[in-house]
């Protein structure tokens, strides 16, 4: 899928621009990967990192802003693929920082649109997140008009041809700023106890792995304008700090601002457009122009109307047992 193609990421330098790289190496032969991130020491830093690893002849670093159209017109010339993982992320500096927060996740999403249909892309896939559906903060309100743009930009782009297409999904299990990590940092300097938000949270568990895997399959399947969740198991916060301190105290500090009891990934009004395959959903547009035939859905079926997709309501979980277990997979 990826031999012989340039691809670009956005924000390329984060946790999963870097984990993308690594698969994309492993697996393809492309042309060029291109890395743009507007922080050059974290450039340098990737750099140093993965060229004792692999080959980097094929990357390129660019320098720039997802904010700055023409600086995206000149790094998109002649790329295939991008794939925008570019956001501010995190919930207090968006909420401090709202306006900020819309430049980058709404304008910058727009300018990656505009660039990518006139330059020709192939695809477009944008990563989005859990906090985008029925969302309570600024980032998830913004991630939630992102996802719109990048949706309806297929209605745009006949002429080009460009095909974009979305990504969700929730906490990284590991990533930085999660759960798991804060609760490593704890227990490493010999805390007893752990602070738990609330008792009856959940949440999903899915690995920088799978993200990725996600995002191979919407670039090797999507026609445009659909939106891909992955099946994912469910875990619950209470048996996440059993399975990494047994016997640990508990101190329950209360739900932070914009924070939610459980992920939400399809909602009920979502399931009308819903599909199910085997290891992943897909929700389809609701657009006059976007049409559902067998040829866009292949095997899929559609779900239940009234079906919601959330951590608290899976199917699969996650015990304390083989928490532990996943937990000695991850690499911090």
Not at 136 to 153: M, P, Q, R, W
Not at 240 to 262: S, V
Not at 279 to 292: N, T
Request: aromatic share 10%.
């Amino acid at each position: 899928m990826l031999n012989g193609k340039t691809v670009l990421i956005t924000g390329g330098t984060g946790s999963f621009g870097k984990k993308f790289l690594e698969m994309v190496l492993q697996r393809y032969i492309p042309h060029r990967i291109i890395i743009y991130s507007r922080d050059e020491y974290k450039q340098s830093i990737m750099k140093a990192e993965y060229e004792k690893k692999y080959d980097l002849s094929k990357v390129r670093f660019f320098i720039g802003d997802v904010r700055d159209k023409e600086r995206l017109y000149r790094a998109f010339d002649h790329v295939d693929y991008v794939i925008h993982a570019a956001a501010m992320k995190q919930v207090p500096v968006c909420e401090y920082n709202p306006f900020e927060a819309v430049k980058t996740n709404i304008h910058g999403a727009q300018n990656v649109i505009d660039a990518a249909i006139d330059r020709s892309v192939k695809k477009v896939v944008a990563l989005s997140t859990d906090k985008a559906v029925s969302p309570i903060n600024l980032y998830g309100g913004t991630k939630l008009v992102s996802d719109k743009l990048f949706i309806a930009a297929n209605a745009y782009s006949k002429i080009s041809k460009t095909k974009f297409s979305v990504v969700r999904y929730g906490n990284v299990a590991g990533s930085r700023g999660s759960i798991i990590p804060i609760f490593k940092n704890l227990i490493a300097k010999g805390e007893l106890e752990l602070p738990i938000t609330d008792p009856r949270m959940t949440r999903f568990w899915i690995t920088l792995e799978q993200g990725v895997e996600l995002v191979f399959k919407a670039l090797e399947e999507s026609q445009g304008g659909e939106t891909y969740i992955s099946k994912i198991p469910s875990f619950s916060i209470m048996d996440l700090a059993e399975a990494m301190r047994p016997g640990a105290k508990i101190r329950e500090i209360g739900i932070r601002e914009g924070e939610k009891l459980h992920e939400v990934m399809i909602t009920k009004d979502d399931s009308r457009f819903t599909y199910e395959y085997d290891k992943h959903y897909i929700i389809c547009p609701h657009f006059d122009w976007w049409k559902i035939d067998s040829s866009v859905v292949g095997n899929g079926a559609r779900v239940q109307e009234g079906f919601e997709y959330s951590s608290d309501l899976n199917k699969e979980w996650l015990d304390v047992d083989a928490l532990c277990i996943r937990l000695n997979e991850l690499i911090f």
